[in-house]
């Protein structure tokens, strides 16, 4: 598959968009083929971006090319394999099955792109919550996500065009 400028091309080496190189960091499992929940694999495929989450008092942004919307505090993203609602978006003051908060104290969801690996119609257990999001360090690893530097992230998201992929090799 031939990458166009507007295409985000991540590698284990860094990433690259519209001319320019990013660091950043991928799964803890590497870059493949998912096993399931928990594998710490980032998923290798191309991919759309469903949308942006941000925390409003963190972050002002706005793209728009992508569905942007503030988080709140009862927003949480469902990682049950048994949950009817697995790997989506829940508005709920209390869940209970497994999932994340995307309203966190750390600031790795202030900002996150939705990867739409295994969403919207997912298959319980092949693997939820896949995010662009901020890195806690550079080259940290992460749970299956990509992480960024937030600049770096900001850029990327504000410059994704409706022709625009991620593509992870």
């Known amino acids: 598959m031939i990458a166009g400028f507007d295409d985000l ?3 284990k080496w860094g990433a690259r968009f519209q001319g320019r190189r990013f660091c950043c960091a991928v799964g ?3 870059i493949g083929v998912k096993q ?3 594998d710490g694999i980032t ?3 191309t991919y759309r971006l469903g949308g942006v989450g941000y925390r409003s008092d963190r972050v002002s942004f706005d793209a728009p090319a992508l569905d942007c919307w503030p988080i709140n505090l009862v927003d949480v993203w469902s990682d049950d394999p048994r949950d009817p609602q697995y790997n989506q978006e829940i508005r709920a003051r209390s869940h209970r099955f497994s999932h994340e908060k995307l309203r966190r104290a750390d600031p790795l969801y202030d900002i996150f792109a939705i990867v739409d690996y ?4 997912a298959e ?3 693997g939820s919550a896949i995010f662009l999001h901020k890195w806690r360090k550079p080259r940290h690893p992460t749970e299956g996500c990509i992480a960024f530097d937030e600049l770096d992230l900001v ?3 504000s410059g994704w065009t409706e022709r625009s992929r991620l593509i992870i090799r």
């Not at 295994?118 to 119609?121: G, I, K």
């Open 9 to 11: 091309v991540v590698t």
């Open 28 to 30: 803890r499992g590497g």
């Open 36 to 38: 399931g929940e928990g």
């Open 43 to 45: 998923p290798l495929g």
């Open 118 to 121: 295994n969403w919207p119609d």
């Open 124 to 126: 319980a257990g092949a």
């Open 155 to 157: 850029e990327i998201l």
